[in-house]
């Protein structure tokens, strides 16, 4: 329960360190437990497309789902995803790409990967059925963190513990915590049709493709590769959607 409690914690912003006090060690397990922080954040997507596209444009419905989970989880994962690209973008070598990705300033990389990432989710989304969209969005958010959290199972972490932007280094799973974060990422998927769920294969491509790259370039990763495996793999997911739906027309 700690450790859930952790991940809810660091993952959104909302006062779940009012229900206890979590210890220390418990927020070095939290990435284990970041598919079923997913259940919250993709849920509360979910809902307020829900809501809202009965009275709105789906476009705008979209919209309002990512603007509820940029407010949930203070914008965590994007600020990842724009140190990313600002550091893969202007980096020449390892040392340069993790000084970039631990600058504060956000670069004209980011802004434009930032502003692609959000323009190409939208329109993937606005094509789907809006009966669809809300399983999609909780299914997507759930499985894409089950992916990107085993990052740190692939991966050492590419700086000292005390160069940590939170001062924490993720502990590798245990087998139990594995199944648990399995448990996590494919439960919500059992919301969509069975022939929805082969878009899950292309999730698990981009993180290969990712953890090949941060291998490569950095001999490990950061936190900020990790909020952009995150996105970029959900992006995947909701690509393979989309081809699967249009091809059955």
């Not at 059925?129 to 050492?156: C, E, H, R, V």
């Not at 439960?187 to 069975?194: C, K, Q, R, T, V």
């Not at 993180?207 to 990790?226: A, I, M, N, P």
Request: aromatic fraction near 14%; proline fraction near 4%.
């Amino acid at each position: 329960m700690n450790n859930i409690l952790a991940a809810l914690t660091f993952f959104t912003r909302l006062p779940f360190w009012k229900i206890k006090q979590v210890p220390q060690e418990s927020f070095k397990h939290l990435v284990s437990y970041w598919s079923i922080s997913g259940w919250l954040t993709g849920g509360i997507m979910g809902l307020v497309f829900w809501l809202s596209v009965h009275a709105l444009p789906v476009g705008a419905a979209i919209m309002l789902a990512f603007i509820a989970r940029l407010l949930v989880t203070g914008a965590l994962h994007e600020d990842g995803l724009a140190d990313f690209f600002d550091g893969f973008g202007g980096g020449r070598d390892r040392e340069s790409i993790l000084r970039i990705m631990k600058d504060s300033h956000t670069g004209s990389y980011g802004v434009l990967g930032l502003i692609v990432y959000f323009l190409l989710a939208c329109n993937l989304l606005t094509a789907l059925p809006a009966s669809m969209t809300p399983w999609i969005l909780l299914g997507g958010d759930a499985w894409s963190k089950f992916t990107a959290s085993q990052l740190i199972n692939f991966l050492p972490y590419a700086r000292k513990e005390e160069e940590s932007k939170n001062k924490t280094v993720y502990t590798r799973m245990s087998i139990r915590e594995i199944a648990l974060s399995a448990a996590g990422g494919v439960l919500p998927l059992l919301l969509l049709p069975p022939l929805y769920w082969v878009a899950c294969l292309l999730p698990v491509l981009t993180f290969s493709f990712l953890v090949t790259l941060f291998r490569k370039k950095l001999q490990g990763y950061t936190g900020d590769c990790c909020g952009a495996t995150f996105l970029l793999c959900e992006l995947s997911f909701w690509l393979g959607i989309v081809f699967i739906y249009y091809s059955q027309i």
